[in-house]
């Protein structure tokens, strides 16, 4: 394992596991996500934590998390160390939470100062360990399509591996202690974002949201919790841990709730196609001509167009343009990977010209 404290990243775009476009339903599912929340007994928990406390919790953790055997290289970055750019790369590739990137706690308390950190498998980007996060630990391994048992496999070889040498917060009756009520018990999230323009094209989009209400299920924006479902990419997941097993969790999710979604999407789109087919059409290649003509865009802009473009691809509707390029434009016209491929720190003003000319250039060789 190896340590970066300020250093240059080394992440390449083709490495993002929630865009590699594989895996099962990954014309809807981008991504497959296990979190388990985990806190050290004999420490408080993170609201309470001194920083001494914190700074002590994150050298044990530190410790016992190099100690690991693994079969690919891990990378450490201590964020409280790492310039903006990188915490901010590092949100865009959903391997640390926006959170966890400010150093702010849930009850107001911290900041960037404050003693935290990440270990990311660097090959594969399966696996990322958030410490001091809300929790003490936040273990999660991401996979692509819908593979949340493979992603559940990960994950709970890893904590087998860290429970080894630490010891965790866990009550008997109640299970694994977390810092909040919602997490108790087995302290497992399983998430998935999905790709749903057809949904958001069709208005029944809410009908989703009350259903997955309904189900005790959080249906959130691109970056999680509190943020906006920009690219119509939204990420599904359990709300509560305490009362159900993993397995059980795991089989709703996987196996009940998602695929319905997907199915809903999936209708959604040959509805789009068979009833509206001229107008579709229009849109996905309206979308294709800014995306290859603007001199200037803005990030949400450009994130709905590349979706109605990944659409279009997905349906047969634009022919010659990979998938893996509008993938890969997912992420590359994030403010913090474009600043890192320009070489500089720019304004809003100044990106939105940059991201253009990025996606004129991408786009280049397919223009119509």
Known sequence: ?????????????????????????????????????????????????????????LDVCRRRIVEIPTQERIVWVDLH?????????????HLISKQHARGKLNSGQGGIEEPRGVAIAQQSEQLAIMV???????????????????????????????????????????????????NVGTGIRFSVMLHLPGLRLRNELEKVKRAAAAMSLAVRGFYGEGSNAVGDLYQIS????????????????????????????????????????PVLRDRVHRALGILTHARLLAAEEAMDLLSTLRLGIVLGLVEGVPER????????????????????????????GARADLVRTALAPYRT
Not at 81 to 89: K, V
Not at 245 to 259: F, G, R, T, V, Y
Not at 265 to 277: I, K
Not at 342 to 352: A, F, L, S, Y
Request: with cysteine; glycine share 6%; hydrophobic share 35%.
């Open 238 to 277: 359990n709300q509560t841990t305490l009362g159900k097993s993993e397995q059980m969790l795991l089989h709703e999710l996987q196996n009940e709730i998602i695929p319905q979604v997907i199915e809903y999407e999936r209708a959604s789109r040959r509805m789009l196609v068979t009833r509206g087919g």
């Open 1 to 57: 394992m190896s340590a970066g404290r300020g250093g240059e990243i080394p992440f390449h775009e083709a490495n993002t596991e929630w865009l590699r476009a594989t895996g099962q339903a990954c014309d809807v599912v981008l991504s497959s996500r296990v979190r388990l929340a985990r806190n050290l007994a004999g420490f408080p928990f993170m609201p309470k934590a001194s920083r001494a406390d914190r700074r002590q919790i």
């Open 81 to 93: 160390t790492a310039s903006t750019e990188q915490r901010t790369i590092l949100v865009e590739r």
């Open 325 to 352: 390029i509008a993938h890969a434009l997912l992420l590359l016209v994030q403010p913090g990977h474009l600043q890192r491929a320009t070489g500089r720190p720019m304004d809003q003003e100044h990106r939105r």
């Open 132 to 182: 001091n996060e809300e929790d003490h630990l936040r273990i999660q391994s991401l996979r692509c399509g819908l593979s949340l048992t493979e992603a559940l496999t990960l994950a709970n070889e890893i904590d087998d591996a860290l429970e080894r040498s630490l010891d965790y917060a866990f009550d008997r009756r109640f299970g694994y202690l977390t810092a909040c009520p919602t």
